[in-house]
Structures are given as C-alpha cells and as structure tokens.
C-alpha cells in the first residue's frame, strides 16, 4: 500500500468511527492527520506506537509528513481565479512548559510551523481567545471559535493547532440559471434542496455498487463524488482503502449530466473518544511519553477537539478545517502514597480559593 492509499485507509478508518448513522458529517484527515502526526514526531515508546499506527500502515512517518507538506502546495494556474490555500501548524505552549530543541526544528519543517506562546496558566480564558483568534484568522472567520468555553483547564500547558482554509473555483462552472429546488430522499424523508445541474465531459466511473464523479478545481483540487447504487450505509460499512482507490484511478473523461445539491456543512467533532476507540489511548494517561516534545514528564494529552466547514455552489468551494491537541500537566507519584487516616480530633478549613477568605473553621473532636 502506498502512502496515498495509506492515508485513504486513516481517512476511512476515523470517518467510520466519528460519523454517527443516518446523520451528516464532515471533518478534514488532513488537519487531523496533521496535528496527530505533530503529536506523534514528539512522542516515545507505546504513545508513538498508536499514532503511527493509526496514521499510517507501513509505520513510515516520514513519508506520511512529505504528503502532507506537498499537499498544502496548490497548482499554479494563472490563467484563472487563483485558489487559496493557508495551512498553520501552531504549538501554543505556556512560557514556563520547556521544549525540545529537536521538536522546534522538526515543527519547523511543517507547513505554517511555529511556537507561539499563550498564558494558559496565568490566565486560560485569554489563552483560548488567543488561539481561537488565530484559528479565526487562518480560515478566514469559518471557524471563530475552535475551543469551546472551559477546554482551557487550570492545568492546561500547551495545544498543538492545525487550520486548514481552501478556496478554489471549478473549471467548468454549474450555471446559476440550472439552480433549482429538487427531491433529495432522506432517512426522514423525500425533501426539496437547492439542486445544481451540469451537462459536461468529466471523469466518470461505475464499479463494485458505485459511481463517481470527478470534478477540477482551479489549483489541482479535485472533488469526487461517490453515489452509491444501493443503501450508503451498507456500501459505506464494505468499502475500503483498495476499493475507493481503484475507483478513483478507474476514472475516465464522460459525458455526464450531473444534478448536485448545494451544501453547506459546518461539523464540531470531540476527537477523543473516537481515537481511542481506535487504540489511541496512551496519549491521554500518565503513562503518556511526549519526551520529543518536551522533557517535563508530566506531559499528557487531554483533549482533542476539531471542526470543519464545508460549501459548495456553482462557482466552486470553500472549506475550512481546525484540530486542536490540548496538552496538561499532571501529577507524577513518585512514592506510595502517604497513608492519612483521619481518627482523632482534627482541625477543618472551607476557605476561597482565589483569595483566601475563609468561609468555615472547625474544630472536630468528636464528629
């Protein structure tokens, strides 16, 4: 398998395990694959294990970053509207969380790579309006708010940041006059959607219960839709990394008339029970090693958050996509525990913990 097909195969496996049955869903592999392949250049032992796993199925990390790298380069094409394409890699990090050298350089490398940094424990709420700022710039307001009220803990030290923004333009255009309401069959029911129309040459294929079609974009963008003969959800739950890539370099030049709604999807996705659900676990635990990133040993994964925003019309599309990666702090036991057994008179403060007051003092000599 190579690494296109490798990626097909994590883009398959994640949307399987994130979409819920009967309803939409949307997210980008790209960003996610970006931030857990960060992730996984600074992690050690069992934590890199999982990702590279799942990231890849020849284990070879290098060749999965080089896709990537090359993927946020678009086709040069001046001859029409010039697409856009903006791709950060941020590692926001508290000023007194210390980094690897070798993770500065390797992030680097990255598309967009930088350390930035953000007073996550001094004050969390600005650390969130910080990042969510600079996710809001790079996918050109799509996405205004990536980290929801409260994902910024008091022990939070740390995200790593992917944005995604693409916008490109078709090379043959749905007319705006062929726009108009048609049935679209639902799980609820038959329902009208704004429904575009194009009578064109462009790639076709119909194999193994589906068929697709390849629309160009400006910029070497391609988007493929893929129409079942039968149920989605049947040929959905048999189709593989194989299958769909055959399909794909099955495509030839057709006449094809083709009747495509128009879409407009915007999907927040909490990643994390998804990855461990796919064996991505040691990352969230204390067991976790991020020593490629940093070599305080109390660095854990807590949460991994991401959204995408897609939409179509006749002109072209405009997509936008964030992962974040929150990072903690936490406590290292490094010794038994103490044994404190509360069985003779003691002393009881119920006080504020900003400022100190003391709510309630007690003496308990025979509770």
Known sequence: MDVAESHLHFSLTVHRALASAGENACFSPYSVASALGLVAQGARGK????????????????????????????????????????????????????????????????????????????????????????????????????????????????????????????????????????????????????????????????????????????????????????????????LDAGGLSALIDGMGPESVRLALPKLDLDVASPLTGTLESLGVRTMFTPDADLGGLSPDPRLVVSDVLHQAVLRIDEQGLEGAAATAVMMRAVSMITSEPVDVRVDRPFLLLIRHAETGAVYFLARVVAP
Do not use: C
């Open 47 to 238: 934590t890199a294990e999982e990702l590279v796993e799942l990231l890849t199925t020849e284990g070879d990390l290098a060749a999965h970053a080089a896709l990537l790298s090359e993927a946020a380069k678009l086709a040069q094409e001046t001859h029409r509207e010039t697409p856009v394409l903006a791709v950060a890699n941020t590692l926001w990090a508290w000023d007194q969380l210390p980094l690897e050298d070798g993770f500065r350089a390797e992030l680097a490398g990255w598309p967009g790579g930088k350390v930035a940094s953000a007073p996550f424990v001094a004050e969390p709420e600005a650390a969130r309006a910080l990042i969510n700022d600079d996710v809001a710039e790079t996918t050109h307001g799509l996405i205004p708010a990536l980290l929801p009220p409260g994902a910024v803990r008091a022990d939070t030290v740390a995200s790593l940041v992917n944005a995604l923004y693409l916008r490109t333009a078709w090379t043959f255009r749905f007319p705006d006059a062929a726009t108009r309401p048609a049935d679209f069959h639902t799980p609820a029911g038959v329902r009208q959607v704004p429904t575009m129309h194009l009578d064109e040459r462009v790639g076709y294929a119909h194999a193994d219960g589906w068929q697709a079609v390849r629309l160009v974009a400006a910029g070497g963008v391609h988007a493929i839709v893929l129409l079942p003969d039968g149920d989605l959800a049947e040929a959905e739950a048999a």
